[in-house]
């Protein structure tokens, strides 16, 4: 009988101790995401910062950039003709190195 009540007591215990690993997870888990809303926030407000820097010949497309904007912005209606590593006009993405030979730059 006295095993019965040790393994039953472990059984709680162990119960109890999920119970507070489970909480745990689950605080950490809300702050990850209150966290990763917060930095995705600061982009947006730092958006206006990426599409008003210079045009420079290297140029590196910044969140929430096209090419149709970055050819607009730089004066560069050949940016597709001029980097032959962009194979797709719609898959570009933040950090993509591209070449800028402005026609009409606008300051």
């Given at each position: 009988?006295?095993?019965?009540?040790?393994?039953k007591s472990?059984?709680?215990?162990?119960?109890?101790?999920?119970?507070?690993?489970?909480?745990?997870?689950?605080?950490?888990?809300?702050?990850?995401?209150?966290?990763?809303?917060?930095?995705?926030?600061?982009?947006?407000?730092?958006?206006?910062?990426?599409l008003d820097?210079?045009?420079?010949?290297?140029?590196?497309?910044?969140?929430?950039?096209?090419?149709?904007?970055?050819?607009?912005?730089?004066?560069?209606?050949?940016?597709?003709?001029?980097?032959?590593?962009?194979?797709?006009?719609?898959?570009?993405?933040?950090?993509?190195?591209?070449?800028?030979?402005?026609?009409?730059?606008?300051?």
């Amino acid at each position: 009988m006295a095993s019965f009540s040790t393994s039953k007591s472990t059984k709680s215990s162990i119960r109890v101790i999920a119970d507070a690993a489970s909480w745990y997870c689950a605080i950490a888990l809300i702050a990850l995401i209150l966290l990763s809303s917060l930095q995705e926030n600061s982009h947006v407000r730092g958006r206006n910062q990426l599409l008003d820097r210079p045009c420079d010949e290297i140029y590196v497309v910044g969140e929430g950039e096209t090419l149709h904007t970055i050819s607009d912005k730089c004066g560069d209606p050949f940016i597709v003709e001029q980097n032959p590593h962009i194979h797709d006009p719609d898959d570009v993405f933040p950090g993509l190195v591209i070449k800028i030979t402005p026609q009409n730059p606008r300051n």
